[in-house]
């Protein structure tokens, strides 16, 4: 009687809970910094004691938290996060537990933890990078017009090339002294498409496109200046956005009066103003011009390339003949003119070539009289 038992007690906990942040770690130290910022949408899943317990996704600012967790040592919790989508998992425990990742790099997982009655767990965080990617490549002189680079092409330097994302302008630079450019720090994925506009420089025209291996010919489109879109992958360089260009060529030369009608031009020949000359290409009258005071003719504007045959026809000025074509071996001195066409061979014109060398000659025709002296 009148005893007082003072063993009869009970215990009780609060929940606890734990969670944080998922950040995109852009300076990759593996830490939060103010640049930093939040990745929404990230897969977070709670193990108890090594088995799955629950899931969850970060929000809008990066967050995540479990509650109502069981608090003890016979609790052992740990964290996973899955690497979203184009992200790499940056370096774990490198500082301050408040701010570093701890998310493993390969497993993602956290760390184990056990939680104290009501205790929140702030300190389980997780950092993820973006792999950039980049393009760029080369813009030259399409020596030979056949809208691929070639061992006898040359870099263009000074082009303006501008960087357009999803349709927009978002970046400019210009051809270094070999023709090279590049954007890096792209953004990777499918949601982000990339083109290419090249400024075609002054004095120039664009070259064909698109018409063979894909790291050598000009993806220039030749009205646009752009590129087709291409997306890139994290990490990803792609060096085959080029662009070509061609300048324009032209052709003449001279028509002389060949007066010791030896096929070569000589000091005591002189010009032959007034001649009627036609230009061909491929086959097709496509221009014609006539000499000038000095005998001298051009035809300017000129398409260069192997596709593109240019011929030159010299009408027979009134009482001259045709002198004797490809004598001796000067090109630039002989008569290309043929003697019964009046048509020089085929050429071929290289980017920025003057062709000088399809020349004519004609001699003048002659009279005569007399005859016999009888008794």
């Not at 939060?32 to 990230?42: E, F, R």
């Not at 497993?107 to 104290?116: A, I, K, V, Y």
């Not at 090279?180 to 506009?197: D, K, Q």
Request: aromatic share 10%.
């Amino acid at each position: 009687a009148n005893e007082f038992n003072p063993t009869v007690d009970a215990g009780f906990y609060k929940p606890a809970s734990l969670g944080d942040y998922v950040f995109n770690d852009k300076n990759r130290d593996g830490i939060q910094n103010a640049g930093d910022s939040p990745i929404p949408g990230v897969l977070v899943t709670l193990y108890s004691n090594g088995s799955a317990v629950a899931t969850t996704t970060t929000d809008a600012m990066g967050a995540y938290s479990f509650t109502g967790l069981t608090p003890g040592s016979a609790n052992v919790y740990q964290v996973q996060f899955a690497k979203p989508a184009s992200f790499s998992s940056t370096s774990a425990n490198v500082g301050f537990d408040g701010l570093d990742s701890d998310a493993d790099p390969i497993t993602g997982l956290s760390q184990t933890l056990t939680l104290t009655s009501g205790e929140n767990n702030t300190s389980v965080d997780a950092g993820f990078y973006q792999p950039t990617a980049g393009l760029g490549d080369y813009v030259f002189e399409d020596k030979n017009a056949n809208g691929t680079q070639d061992a006898g092409d040359t870099p263009i330097s000074g082009v303006l090339v501008t960087l357009y994302q999803n349709g927009s302008a978002v970046a400019t630079t210009t051809t270094d002294a070999t023709g090279a450019y590049s954007f890096t720090g792209l953004t990777p994925g499918n949601s982000n498409t990339y083109a290419v506009g090249f400024t075609k420089p002054a004095g120039f025209s664009s070259t064909s496109a698109n018409v063979g291996d894909d790291t050598k010919d000009s993806d220039a489109d030749v009205v646009t200046g752009l590129t087709q879109s291409v997306t890139l992958a994290a990490g990803e360089f792609n060096p085959t956005l080029d662009a070509g260009y061609i300048k324009p060529a032209s052709i003449g030369d001279y028509v002389f009066n060949d007066k010791n009608k030896d096929g070569v031009q000589n000091a005591g020949d002189t010009p032959i103003p007034g001649v009627l000359v036609t230009l061909y290409l491929n086959g097709s009258a496509v221009a014609t011009t006539t000499t000038n005071g000095s005998g001298l003719y051009s035809f300017t504007g000129l398409t260069p390339g192997v596709s593109n045959s240019y011929v030159v026809g010299f009408t027979p000025p009134a009482n001259f003949s045709t002198t004797t074509p490809l004598s001796g071996t000067d090109k630039a001195l002989d008569s290309d003119a043929d003697l019964l066409t009046g048509r020089s061979g085929s050429v071929t014109l290289t980017s920025g070539e003057n062709n000088t060398t399809v020349d004519a000659g004609f001699y003048q025709l002659t009279a005569g009289l007399g005859d016999y002296v009888f008794e």
